[in-house]
């Protein structure tokens, strides 16, 4: 099942970084309702029942960007030391 929001992960970060977000905005940042409600559906069925080879991509994906953002989020709150 593809994500039901028109948005892809990568394009709601993207807009977001290219909207040059100051490093409290970065701290600040979380993803959409719609797409944080598909990674907790891809994580409740990956506890489950399991996840098909597409939906674990998707879930691969999401914990990807998961990590850069972390390490966006780190480097704004040095930058506000």
């Known amino acids: 099942m593809a994500i039901s929001s028109p948005e892809t992960l990568f394009d709601e970060i993207a807009d977001f970084l290219l909207s040059q977000p100051t490093p409290e905005q970065v701290i600040a940042y979380r ?10 559906e891809l994580l409740n069925k990956n506890a489950g029942s399991g996840l098909n080879t597409d939906e674990r991509a998707e879930l691969e994906q999401f914990l990807q960007y998961n990590h ?14």
């Open 68 to 81: 850069v953002l972390i390490m966006l989020k780190a480097r704004a709150r040095l930058r506000l030391l």
């Open 31 to 40: 993803v959409s309702q719609a797409l944080q409600s598909r990674l907790d």
